[in-house]
C-alpha cells in the first residue's frame, strides 16, 4: 500500500525493467533490434563450438561480458589469440566455470561460458561516440579515441582502456544526434548514454547505459581538456531538469 501511494506521488527516474535491461547486453541488443535500430551482428554462444564457428564466420569478433561495461572483460578474438589494447594472450574456452574470464600465468586467458561475441566492425575515423541523455534529449557529445593503433586489441577504444574523451556541443555532429534521438522517442531514457559506432558509413548501437540500481555513467570526461562547465556539466543538467520536471 505504502509503495503503491508512493508511486503515484513520485516520478522514477529510469524506469527500472529498462535499468534490469541494459546491465545485460543481449537484452539491450533484442530491445533495439525489436525498434529496427542497428546493432553489431553477435551471438550468444553456449559451447566452444559455437563460439568458434562464430570466429570461423567472421574471422575477427569482440568477446564481451554481457552484464559488464567501460571495457571490463572486453577481448578481440581471433582462432588463435585474444587482444587487449598492447597485450595479447592464448585463449582458451571453458565447458563451464564461474569466473566468465580469468587471466593466468600473464599469457594465457580462460573464457566461461555463455560467450557474448559481436562481429568486430572497425570504426570510421577510430572512434567511438557517446551521447548524453537528459530528459530524453541529446545535451552533448563525446568522441572516445585512442592517440595511435598499434595493434587490434586498441580497438577495445575505452577510457579505462587508455582512450581519450573529446567534448563536443549537440550541434556539432548533427546525424549522430539524430540517430539518437530516433532511440529515445522509442524507448524512454530520462539520464543516460548511447554509444554509437559507425563503420563503413552505417550506424550502429554498441550500447546504452544509465545511472541507477546497477550502473553509473562515466564521469571521466570531467577530466578531458575539452571539458567546459559552461557547456558539458552533465549532472548541472540533471539536477535542473530535476528541479523542474520531478
Known amino acids: ?20 535491461c541494459f546491465i545485460e547486453k543481449p537484452r539491450t541488443d533484442n530491445l533495439l533490434i525489436s525498434y529496427g535500430f542497428s546493432v553489431p551482428p553477435n551471438v550468444v554462444a553456449y559451447t566452444r563450438e559455437e563460439l568458434n564457428e562464430f570466429i570461423k564466420e567472421n574471422r575477427i569478433v569482440v568477446l564481451k ?13 581471433t582462432l588463435d589469440r585474444a587482444y587487449a589494447g598492447a597485450k595479447k594472450y592464448d585463449w582458451t574456452a571453458l565447458k563451464k566455470g564461474n569466473n566468465r574470464v580469468r587471466i593466468v ?18 570504426p570510421d575515423n577510430e572512434e567511438i561516440w557517446r551521447a548524453y541523455i537528459v530528459g530524453g534529449k541529446v545535451k552533448f557529445l563525446s ?17 579505462c582502456k587508455g582512450a581519450e574523451y573529446k567534448l563536443l556541443r549537440n550541434t556539432e555532429k548533427k546525424d549522430v544526434v539524430r540517430f539518437a534521438h530516433k532511440i529515445t522517442s522509442r524507448i524512454r531514457i530520462d539520464v543516460g548514454t548511447i554509444d554509437v559506432l559507425i563503420s563503413g558509413g552505417k550506424m550502429y548501437v554498441l550500447e546504452v547505459d544509465c545511472d541507477g540500481i546497477h550502473t553509473m555513467i562515466c ?9 567546459d562547465p559552461l557547456k558539458f556539466n552533465f549532472d548541472l543538467m540533471i539536477a535542473q531538469w530535476l528541479k523542474k520536471n520531478i
Open 105 to 122: 600465468e600473464a599469457n594465457r586467458v580462460l573464457f566461461a561460458p555463455p560467450f557474448y561475441i559481436q562481429k568486430f566492425l572497425p
Open 65 to 77: 561480458q554481457p552484464n559488464e561495461c567501460g571495457g571490463a572483460g572486453h577481448f578481440i578474438l
Open 143 to 159: 568522441t572516445r579515441q585512442r592517440q595511435q593503433i598499434d595493434s587490434i586489441g586498441d580497438y577495445i577504444i575505452n577510457v
Open 1 to 20: 500500500h505504502r509503495s503503491n501511494n508512493f508511486l503515484k506521488t513520485h516520478k522514477i527516474v529510469n524506469d527500472v525493467e529498462l535499468q534490469n
Open 219 to 227: 564521469r571521466e570526461f570531467y577530466r578531458a581538456p575539452s571539458y
